[in-house]
């Protein structure tokens, strides 16, 4: 059963316009969610945690167990932020990956 | 952080040959390993779920007898591409994680299989 979905298979903005992506999950349990990040020729990794409530490169995201979402935001993207985007499936034993949100930001 | 390498990062075989394709950690236990296929521009589709000692789980639609996964230790996990064919080219990747809660998991930087 598909446990996480990103509706935006592609979004696209302009340099210092705000970017969200949208990760919605199903699960019984307590959520473990990541946000990884893979860029252009690069190897997947992680970009921030739930648990952590951390910012890192300037995106946010954070839990809302009522709309069971995990959403990612910046305020203002920087072309360097185009990349394929991962919300990872709740439930870290289970890593079936959804389709991801390819970012791009144009100048 | 943590790392994950991956051998060999490309890979030229003949049709009908058999390939290996390995998942070190190098720096922490692995006690899950997860084995990935991605198609140009796609997202990653899980093939296989392994836990040191134990058998893999295959996802529905991928052969394991094609597809043999060996985590014989806690640092090393092994995918062979059995009687490989043209149809097998792909981008392999691995990724692992120990089993601590909420610790993330670590990626391999893939493998380029061409199977000519």
């Known amino acids: 059963a598909q446990r996480v979905t990103q509706p935006e298979k592609l979004l696209s903005v302009f340099k210092g316009a705000p970017v969200e992506l949208k990760c919605n999950y199903s699960?019984?349990?307590?959520?473990?969610l990541f946000w990884y990040v893979q860029y252009s020729r690069q190897r997947l990794q992680l970009l921030l945690r739930?648990?952590s409530r951390e910012s890192i490169k300037g995106f946010t995201a954070d839990l809302n167990k009522g709309e069971t979402s995990f959403h990612l935001k910046k305020p203002f993207a920087q072309e360097e932020d185009s990349a394929m985007y991962y919300c990872?499936?709740?439930?870290?034993?289970?890593?079936?990956f959804g389709a991801g949100t390819r970012l791009t930001v144009k100048p | 952080g943590a790392v994950v390498s991956q051998h060999p990062s490309w890979v030229i075989c003949k049709s009908g040959t058999s390939v290996k394709i390995e998942c070190r950690s190098l720096?922490?236990?692995?006690?899950?390993m997860f084995w990935y296929r991605q198609f140009p521009k796609q997202s990653l589709m899980l093939m296989a779920t392994?836990?040191?000692?134990?058998?893999?789980?295959?996802e529905q639609g991928v052969e394991k007898d094609k597809f043999l996964i060996n985590h014989a230790s806690l640092t090393l996990s092994t995918l062979t591409v059995t009687s490989a064919h043209p149809e097998d080219s792909s981008f392999y990747i691995c990724?692992?994680?120990?089993?601590?809660?909420?610790?993330?998991?670590?990626f391999g930087q893939g493998t380029r299989l061409t199977v000519v």
């Open positions: 392994s836990n040191e000692g134990s058998k893999a789980t295959y």
């Open positions: 720096d922490f236990q692995a006690t899950t």
């Open positions: 739930h648990i």
């Open positions: 990872a499936p709740p439930n870290n034993n289970d890593m079936r």
């Open positions: 699960y019984s349990g307590s959520p473990e």
């Open positions: 990724s692992a994680r120990d089993d601590r809660p909420f610790t993330e998991a670590f």
